[in-house]
Nanobody, 126 residues
Framework: VQLQASGGGLVQPGGSLRLSCAAS????????MGWFRQAPGKEREFVAA????????VYADSVKGRFTISRDNAKNTMYLQMSNLKPEDTAIYYC????????????????????WGQGTQVTVSS
């Protein structure tokens, strides 16, 4: 199973980026997928997650209203649309997947995810 994250880059404050996470070797149609990030010198933190078939989503308070997570099960791909980016959003963004479903309260817990992508760098700076 491989998760390939892409779409990162350098963007000015207030700008937008869309991250993608393509899965191969397994479908996560009945499971969950999520985004986490890690800034320099900080621990990895939860960003957003989406349950099977896109029925439920959860966001970190810091990104709520600015980021939107979605998935295309036909393409086995997850997306993170990021808008109104701030310098504090600068981090390496990792996608993660779990073949089995989770209750909403557990979606923020990184160790419950079975598969991880390699990460994509997002830098927000003027």
């Amino acid at each position: 199973v491989q998760l390939q994250a892409s779409g990162g880059g350098l963007v000015q404050p207030g700008g937008s980026l869309r991250l993608s996470c393509a899965a191969s070797g397994h479908t996560f149609t009945h499971g969950v997928m999520g985004w986490f990030r890690q800034a320099p010198g900080k621990e990895r933190e939860f960003v957003a997650a989406i349950r099977r078939r896109g029925t439920s989503t959860v966001y970190a308070d810091s990104v709520k209203g600015r980021f939107t997570i979605s998935r295309d099960n036909a393409k086995n791909t997850m997306y993170l649309q990021m808008s109104n980016l701030k310098p504090e959003d600068t981090a390496i963004y990792y996608c993660a997947g779990r073949p089995a479903d989770l209750v909403l309260s557990a979606l923020r817990t990184d160790h419950l995810y079975d598969y991880w992508g390699q990460g994509t760098q997002v830098t927000v700076s003027s």
